[in-house]
């Protein structure tokens, strides 16, 4: 089964001024793939479709075939993907709860909105921050942390739900070259061994073009793959 299936899919937003772009695109393999793009080539909306936010948060139409872990995009709520399906965008600060006092917390705020047990939610906690260098913030205010910081942690929040299908959006923008290399290696890692897949969606081929499974750009509305 694709983890991903766009065939012929269209999206029409309520306030459309110009033809939907037709997107075909098929992923079933764990793993980290990515999509590059120019900014206002559309990789945000199809960021959003992809992680089941259609219609809860993008009103309009689609057309085509959407599928998302197999089941059809805008079928389930957003609240009902959430354990199987995560998204990160470029600004992490809006990401935040905004209602805890301590990374430990704000990263255990999900596993807990499960009703899992403390054990494992503390083991998903020790797990998301060691995958993201994190440790040594557990204690800190999430007010406190710089941007590159708080990006990391909204990683490791959404590593804590292990979801299935994870798209990152710009998710790297305020780390390090080097910060995003090692992250970038633990997250493949991460993705194997879960089963799961990452999706990417960058401005910039490097450092994705050589560390991603498979690399396609979006321009003019249409995926084209680079390798």
């Not at 012929?8 to 999509?35: E, K, M």
Request: aromatic share 8%; hydrophobic share 40%; glycine share 8%.
């Amino acid at each position: 089964m694709d983890m991903v299936t766009l065939e012929q899919f269209r999206y029409l937003p309520s306030d459309a001024t110009r033809p939907p772009a037709c997107f075909d695109f098929h992923y079933s393999t764990p793993g980290i793939v990515a999509i590059v793009g120019d900014n206002g080539s559309g990789k945000s909306t199809l960021a959003q479709l992809m992680a089941g936010w259609y219609p809860d948060y993008l009103p309009g139409d689609i057309d085509g075939t959407g599928l998302l872990l197999g089941v059809p995009i805008g079928r389930l709520p957003l609240v009902e993907q959430s354990p199987t399906i995560q998204l990160v965008q470029q600004s992490p600060y809006l990401q935040l709860s905004g209602c805890t006092f301590s990374v430990e917390e704000e990263v255990a705020f999900g596993p807990e909105n499960l009703g899992l047990h403390k054990a494992e939610i503390l083991r998903r906690i020790d797990e998301a921050l060691t995958l993201t260098n994190c440790q040594s913030l557990r204690h800190r205010h999430p007010g406190t942390l710089s941007g590159g910081e708080t990006q990391r942690v909204v990683i490791a929040s959404a590593l804590t739900m292990q979801p299935r299908l994870l798209v990152l959006d710009e998710a790297f923008s305020r780390l390090t070259s080097a910060a995003t290399g090692t992250l970038l290696e633990r997250l493949q890692q991460w993705a194997l061994e879960r089963h799961s897949l990452i999706v990417l969606f960058e401005r910039n081929h490097f450092p994705f073009l050589t560390r991603c499974q498979r690399v396609w750009q979006l321009r003019d509305g249409a995926l084209t793959p680079l390798c």
